[in-house]
């Protein structure tokens, strides 16, 4: 029986971060609409010894997975996702995905929350996965939805951006649901380089 390579997308696998990625990471971080579209903190640049000590730390979890995306054929560094926070008594993690601004609109950001939910589902065999994702975020909203999620709730006037009040929403998704996907023939789990 043939066992389905768990990290590889169609475009991009999902590998190990390295202390090495930290200094482009945190180039990323010097984009303030990166840094304002991912967090609720206000934006700063972040200092390469700072993500460096991030990727250590999960490195060491139990309760945290924290992956890179790599473009196949360069194994450029195109982004990050995080499953964190796992709660493991009930089977349920937080999901955090960020890419480059670089690489905005290109349909990787679908393709890098598809590699963590199939590695979610089925390898760490969760039964949730939840996000929060600001209403001011249409593009990442869009996809969250045309992925699978499905909005569960919302944090009325969460964030303060540019003297407007901003919401922030809560989307979740359950494996039944992934599997249902997958079932129907939505595009969920990725297919790697021999599949195609």
């Excluded at 971080?29 to 460096?52: L, Y």
């Excluded at 919302?154 to 996907?181: C, K, P, S």
């Amino acid at each position: 029986m043939e066992i389905e390579n768990l990290f590889a997308g169609r475009h991009m696998d999902m590998a190990a971060l390295e202390e090495s990625d930290a200094p482009i990471i945190a180039r990323w971080f010097d984009d303030p609409e990166f840094v304002r579209r991912f967090e609720a903190v206000p934006a700063r640049p972040r200092a390469t010894a700072e993500i460096a000590g991030q990727i250590l730390t999960a490195r060491d979890s139990q309760d945290d997975y924290l992956f890179g995306f790599r473009l196949r054929g360069i194994n450029a560094l195109v982004g990050y996702g995080a499953l964190d926070g796992i709660n493991w008594r009930n089977r349920v993690a937080w999901l955090a995905v960020a890419l480059s601004s670089d690489y905005w609109g290109r349909g990787l950001g679908r393709e890098a929350v598809r590699l963590m939910l199939s590695y979610a589902f089925g390898e760490l065999e969760l039964h949730r996965v939840q996000l929060t994702v600001f209403a001011s975020n249409g593009p990442a909203i869009s996809m969250y939805e045309a992925v699978g999620f499905q909005r569960e709730g919302v944090y009325r006037e969460f964030l303060q951006r540019d003297g407007q009040r901003v919401d922030m929403l809560l989307m979740g998704m359950l494996a039944r649901e992934w599997i249902e996907l997958a079932k129907k023939g939505r595009d969920c789990i990725p297919s790697g380089p021999d599949s195609q």
